[in-house]
């Protein structure tokens, strides 16, 4: 076998862009216009969505395909009168555990759980559901309607309650 020493360039001049897993990350900060909400497409996959804005946003995840993932990061705090929220698309379902986590206790790690049939998304108030500095979390798609929830932290105050949405 031989291996050509030519390098192919993916996605020049071309207005459809490429998926090229592994190679550059899209960094996504949308406005707070844009976040009302913010329409994430498959092309974005592999993004990092960030909250950046203390008066709150809204991602919507695309229609499930199995193997799409974004990544979520709070970089500002969110006021406890505005939210930071995270839906799926029509008929989609979120799977997976996330960890609670207070600021001001040092023992604090409360999971919940989404059962993938009835959760619709992630929303966090800066308080209670988190939303605070810090918070991550990654959605991936395992098939036509599940996103899987891993490598999850969400940071807030008082006591932790589950930041999972039904409606």
């Given at each position: 076998m031989t291996i050509t020493s030519e390098?192919?360039?993916l996605g020049i001049d071309s207005t459809e862009g490429c998926r090229v897993s592994g190679?550059?990350?899209e960094v996504l900060t949308p406005t707070l216009v844009d976040l009302i909400p913010y329409v994430l497409t498959a092309d974005q996959s592999g993004a990092l969505c960030i909250f950046a804005n203390a008066?709150?946003?809204e991602y919507e995840l695309p229609a499930a395909e199995a193997g799409l993932w974004f990544e979520?990061?709070?970089?500002v705090s969110v006021t406890s009168t505005e939210l930071y929220t995270v839906k799926c698309a029509t008929?989609?379902?979120i799977a997976g555990v996330i960890v609670g986590g207070n600021l001001t206790i040092g023992a604090s790690g409360d999971p919940f759980t989404a059962n993938g049939s009835t959760h619709l998304g992630l929303t966090h108030n800066g308080s209670t559901?988190?939303?605070l500095i810090g918070m991550c979390y990654k959605l991936t798609a395992i098939d036509g309607t599940?996103?899987?929830l891993t490598e999850s932290v969400d940071v807030g105050s008082g006591?932790?309650?589950t930041p999972f949405i039904t409606s």
């Open positions: 390098v192919e360039r190679v550059h990350r008066a709150g946003g979520f990061q709070a970089t008929g989609d379902f559901t988190g939303g599940t996103w899987v006591t932790n309650a």
